[in-house]
Structures are given as structure tokens and as C-alpha cells.
């Protein structure tokens, strides 16, 4: 019941230009910040302190193009602020948890780790700022 009621919720018109508009901001964010990962990892950065860096750069600029653009969304700036930094702390943690887990145990290059992981925590995060941070009520 609880999957229906999702999918409802996510299959009407409203959600589509919802995840449109997530999208657009989503790539472009995305594509810098990478870019700067990227360039900071060739340049000495580790990886995991460098994506580290980057999440907080990125979510922050993140958060008010998400609140405005893709949700509409005119409630508390300080509720949903929080609600975002606890939905984007638990991304943070899905994307950490692959890099130790894929580089450090595993051994494959950082590099396609963190490109899997910003679309790993784009649907996660999608689903989290429309259910949880910027709910409708």
C-alpha cells in the first residue's frame, strides 16, 4: 500500500516537472562540482576530503534553488533548513560509505566511484527534499 501511494504521488504532472526542474539543477550543479573534484583530486586532493568539501558547496547552493525553483516551496526557511541538512547529511554518508567501501576495500578508482555516487544520492536526495524536506502539507 505504502509503495502505491508513492508511486501515485511521484507518477502526477506536478512531480514530473518537480524532478524536470531537479534535473536541470541537479546537472548543472553536479557537472561543476565533479569538474572541481576532478581537478582537485589530480591536483593532490584525497578523495574523500575533497568530495567532502565539495558536498557542503554544492548542497548549500543546492538548497535554495531546490526550495524556490523545483518545490515551490513557502514554508519555514529554518524548519526546512533543517529537515535539509539531516537529508543531505544522510547523502553525505551513502556517498562516504561508497568511497571506503568501493576505494579503500576494494580498489576501484575513485573517480568512477564518486561519478555512481552523485546519481546514487541525486535519487535518494530527490525523494527526501519531496517527501521529507519540502513536504507539502
Known amino acids: 500500500m505504502f509503495t502505491n501511494n508513492l508511486f501515485?504521488?511521484?507518477?502526477?504532472k506536478k512531480s514530473i516537472i518537480?524532478?524536470?526542474?531537479?534535473g536541470i539543477i541537479g546537472i548543472i550543479s553536479n557537472?561543476?562540482?565533479?569538474?572541481?573534484y576532478l581537478l582537485l583530486t589530480y591536483l593532490g586532493g584525497t578523495p574523500k576530503l575533497?568530495?567532502?568539501?565539495?558536498?557542503?558547496?554544492?548542497?548549500?547552493?543546492?538548497?535554495?534553488?531546490?526550495?524556490?525553483?523545483t518545490f515551490s516551496y513557502n514554508g519555514s526557511f529554518f524548519g526546512s533548513g533543517i529537515r535539509y541538512t539531516i537529508a543531505h547529511f544522510l547523502g553525505y554518508?551513502?556517498?562516504?560509505?561508497?568511497?571506503?567501501?568501493?576505494?579503500?576495500i576494494f580498489g576501484?578508482?575513485?573517480?568512477?566511484?564518486?561519478?555512481?555516487?552523485?546519481?546514487?544520492?541525486?535519487?535518494?536526495?530527490?525523494?527526501?527534499?519531496?517527501f521529507f524536506v519540502f513536504r507539502e502539507r
Not at 575533497?50 to 525553483?69: G, Q
Open 31 to 36: 557537472v561543476l562540482g565533479y569538474s572541481a
Open 50 to 69: 575533497t568530495m567532502s568539501l565539495l558536498y557542503v558547496a554544492v548542497a548549500t547552493v543546492s538548497f535554495l534553488s531546490n526550495r524556490k525553483l
Open 8 to 12: 501515485l504521488k511521484i507518477k502526477n
Open 18 to 22: 518537480q524532478l524536470i526542474h531537479y
Open 93 to 104: 554518508l551513502i556517498n562516504l560509505v561508497m568511497l571506503i567501501v568501493m576505494v579503500d
Open 108 to 130: 576501484y578508482p575513485h573517480q568512477w566511484i564518486q561519478a555512481t555516487a552523485i546519481f546514487v544520492v541525486a535519487i535518494f536526495l530527490f525523494l527526501a527534499l519531496k
